[in-house]
């Protein structure tokens, strides 16, 4: 009710999005002329605060540039100079201006492991359905958040997310001695690389199959006309 009129203000092409209490606006900048209107979206949206005296947090204002460029970078204001930031947490993803996740991928492995090293720590035994259920409920769920937003795509990335599961199996007594994968065919427990791709797949179905809005997919994805793959 108070803020669902916010991104009307803004008239020189720059998007807003909203949620919650966070405000994002982004432009592709093709040359200085678009940073001027960026600069002049924001000056509206100033405005549009003032006149409701609901007030952006100037220390909670952050930009950041994505991308390589040869535009100019002269920064930007809205009640005062905008402190630019090279990475910032989205609900739950920490971006980075390289789009590399790098940071991200560092923050819930470390979350992951801490997990793990509490079940070592509170249970002295660990039967199979016990370590799935804990593993699946405690562990998982911060390896898979978003990952189709931070997907690895370095060996070293996917290594390192692959190396939390293969530690935590290890925790079992009685699949002690067994390689990684024999571990995982005795728990019934895929590798997370193949839980990726097949989310990717899901994904990719639903969003071709018309399940999601069309207004949150458009342009995610280009059939190809002259397609050979049989309708797959």
């Known amino acids: 009710m108070f803020i669902n009129d916010l ?28 940073c001027n209107k960026l600069q002049d979206d924001l000056e ?9 005296l609901l007030s952006f947090h100037p220390n909670k204002s952050k930009y950041m540039r994505i991308g390589k460029t040869d535009v100019e970078d002269t920064g930007y204001k809205i009640y005062e100079e905008i402190e630019r930031s090279n990475t910032e947490k989205d609900i739950g993803v ?34 199979l ?6 593993f699946i409920s405690l ?8 990952n189709q937003v931070w997907c690895p795509h370095l060996a070293k990335d996917t290594d390192a997310v692959e190396n939390v599961q293969r530690r ?24 997370l690389t193949y839980r990726r791709s097949r989310g990717d797949l899901i994904e990719t179905y639903k969003i071709l199959s018309g399940k999601y809005d069309s ?18």
């Open 7 to 34: 991104h009307d203000v803004v008239k020189n092409g720059s998007h807003v999005f909203l949620y919650a209490d966070d405000t994002k606006v982004y432009k592709v900048l093709n040359g200085n002329e678009d």
């Open 44 to 52: 509206q949206l100033k405005n549009w605060t003032q006149k409701w």
């Open 94 to 127: 920490v971006i980075d201006d390289k789009l590399a996740f790098s940071d991200h991928l560092a923050e819930k492995i470390n979350k992951a492991n801490k997990i793990v090293g509490i079940i070592r720590r509170t249970f002295i035994h660990l039967d």
């Open 129 to 134: 359905d016990t370590f799935n259920i804990l």
């Open 139 to 146: 562990v998982r769920p911060h390896l898979e958040y978003a």
């Open 168 to 191: 935590a199996t290890k925790l079992v007594p009685c699949l002690k001695g067994m390689s990684y994968e024999e571990r995982l065919r005795t728990l019934e427990l895929p590798t």
């Open 215 to 232: 207004e949150c997919t458009e342009g995610l994805f280009r059939k190809r006309e002259d397609t050979i793959t049989r309708g797959n």
